[in-house]
């Protein structure tokens, strides 16, 4: 009776241990892994503010986007137009100088139903800023950039920037998306060429196409 008993135990455990083995343990986060992968790129302008002055500003950024929610990538825009130094920054006397400023760095995106004909995303371009000084006169044409003197400029400096944003997306094609949005600029450690941190820290409206898988 005893030798029965044991092997009935015995029996019941063994059928336990293999159906505990059978099963995935349970838990608080689930992560189902890379279940869709493609990628994209954006051609965007900006419009904003430097020094209390109109800036025009595109830029291009894209990566790889994971699962239809997430994009890990690079970015970087820089301005175009006029932006005038004023009288007591000017480091050269007599010149029409402008102001250059430029960013980049590492750019994420979530997109938020990304399959929707309208949606929404939130980004972030966490990197770096730079601004110079140049005599505009010497640029008024793309083909003038070929003796453009860069011995009389000023070096540029660089500073930590962190730009986040949001988006309301069309789905225009299968492979293009529209995207305007609006974004908040911030600078910090900004020093040299008469710009402090809230000169280059502003609000920036923009418009976005999109290329790729998505």
């Given at each position: ?110 997109v938020i139903a990304s399959t929707k004909k309208v949606h929404f995303t939130v980004n972030l371009l966490t990197g770096s800023g730079f601004t110079m000084q140049y005599d505009r006169r010497d640029v008024e044409h793309w083909d003038d950039w070929d003796h453009f003197d860069w011995d009389d400029q000023e070096d540029p400096k660089f500073f930590f920037l962190m730009e986040p944003g949001a988006q309301v997306e ?45």
């Open positions: 009776m005893k030798t029965k008993l044991s092997k009935l135990i015995l029996g019941c455990g063994l059928l336990m241990a293999f159906t505990s083995y059978g099963q995935e343990n349970q838990t608080l986060f689930v992560n189902k892994g890379i279940q869709h992968s493609g990628g994209y790129a954006a051609i965007s302008n900006k419009f904003t503010t430097i020094n209390g002055e109109f800036a025009n500003m595109p830029g291009i950024y894209g990566g790889w986007f994971i699962n239809r929610k997430f994009m890990l990538g690079i970015g970087a825009a820089a301005t175009t137009n006029y932006i005038p130094v004023p009288d007591q920054a000017i480091n050269f006397p007599e010149a029409k100088m402008t102001y250059q400023y430029g960013q980049f760095g590492l750019m994420t995106e979530y069309f789905n225009l094609f299968k492979w293009m998306r529209f995207s305007p949005g609006v974004s908040y600029r911030r600078a910090f450690g900004a020093k040299g060429n008469g710009l402090s941190d809230a000169d280059l820290s502003n609000i920036s409206y923009n418009v976005t196409l999109k290329f790729g898988a998505f």
